[in-house]
């Protein structure tokens, strides 16, 4: 007994001092960005956090009213706040009180992530132009039927002049393919649009039933270990390779045709359901659009939109021209261990719709 007693002792004492290596070796790489995860938070609060949650019964993925989440990086150190509407924005009411306001749609690059509120996009254009500018962004794979049901069923309620839809190329075309959901967001809430031009019909999954314990498990691993972190990021790899998408993957030249009329559906919903309102909508290159860009010359997706959008009488503004002039090149704009802009690149956006755009005086 005594030598079974010690063997298990022996046991735990290696395993711990294995964990405690690892987490090392992670915290190590992480902090010089070669390998590329979130950093835990060490935040008691995140496990329980609904900051992104899959609550909404028509969009999915929504922040709980006055919920928080401390966001943590190698680059930035965060908390993100949400409003009484759910919205990561300072408090906002329906009436404008006759005072024109914008209403700003998009994913994780409009919510802000890992920028301080005041840094956004929209929170510079605020107080460059003295118009309000209502944020409806948020994180969570977020495609543009979410942003369609999202202005349906919550933000056209809030009275509104003009529209700003942000088309992330990189993972929006993804995000409302039915068969790529299937096997990266099964299980999620979200619509898609299912059939093929022009007989399109409206579903939305619903989220399969957490096994018996992880509900806290898996966010306590996340928010206090590497290791949890690093599962995570393997396991989204797994998936990614049974969608079979090419390692140099570009949304600015990858889409199929399939998905492009999906998106031309969308945006002319959005035309119906804005009326007349001024809508102006804009995409946003990753790092690998302008690698492809650069082997392979320029891209088709700007094109195609911008003959599309004068067809529905929308403005369209690419933001690759103005990102690729920035003083320091199209990187100087993005996270150093994130995909996502800095302050910078919120900055450049900002000043060439303020130019670009007709929304504005």
Not at 73 to 95: F, Q
Not at 108 to 116: C, D, K, L, Y
Not at 291 to 299: F, L, P
């Amino acid at each position: 007994m005594k030598t079974v007693l010690k063997y298990l002792i022996r046991l735990a004492i290696s395993g711990i001092l294995t964990f405690v290596l690892l987490e090392a070796g992670l915290a190590w790489l992480c902090a010089r960005g070669t390998v590329k995860i979130p950093k835990p938070a060490y935040c008691l609060g995140n496990i329980s956090s609904r900051f992104w949650a899959d609550s909404n019964p028509w969009f999915g993925v929504w922040h709980d009213p006055h919920s928080s989440f401390k966001h943590v990086s190698p680059d930035y150190a965060l908390t993100y706040h949400a409003n009484s509407w759910g919205m990561r924005d300072r408090e906002r009411e329906k009436s404008a009180r006759g005072h024109k306001r914008i209403i700003v749609l998009g994913d994780s690059f409009m919510e802000g992530w890992g920028v301080a509120t005041e840094d956004r996009m929209s929170d510079r254009l605020e107080r460059t132009t003295g118009l309000e500018h209502l944020n409806f962004g948020t994180s969570g794979s977020f495609g543009p039927t979410q942003y369609l049901m999202l202005y349906t069923h919550l933000a056209r309620d809030f009275e509104h002049a003009a529209l700003i839809i942000s088309i992330l190329p990189d993972n929006d075309f993804l995000d409302d393919d039915y068969d790529y959901g299937r096997i990266m967001h099964a299980s999620r809430i979200r619509p898609f649009f299912i059939g093929t031009k022009p007989a399109y019909s409206l579903t939305i999954t619903k989220p399969q039933t957490a096994p018996a314990g992880s509900k806290y498990m898996e966010p306590f691993l996340l928010q206090f270990t590497y290791t949890g972190n690093v599962i995570k990021h393997f396991k989204e790899l797994s998936r990614h390779k049974q969608v079979a998408l090419p390692a140099d993957y570009a949304g600015y030249f990858d889409f199929t045709p399939l998905q492009w009329d999906r998106l031309e559906h969308v945006l002319q919903e959005f035309r119906n359901a804005a009326a007349s309102l001024p809508i102006l909508v804009m995409t946003i290159p990753c790092d690998t659009d302008f690698q492809r860009v650069a082997k392979c010359g320029e891209a088709p997706l700007p094109g195609k939109m911008r003959e599309l959008c004068r067809s529905l009488d929308i403005q369209y503004l690419d933001l690759m021209p103005a990102l690729q002039s920035a003083p320091g090149g199209w990187a100087s704009c993005y996270l150093k261990t994130d995909r996502h802009w800095n302050a910078t690149g919120n900055a450049i956006a900002a000043e060439a719709i303020r130019l670009a755009s007709k929304l504005y005086p």
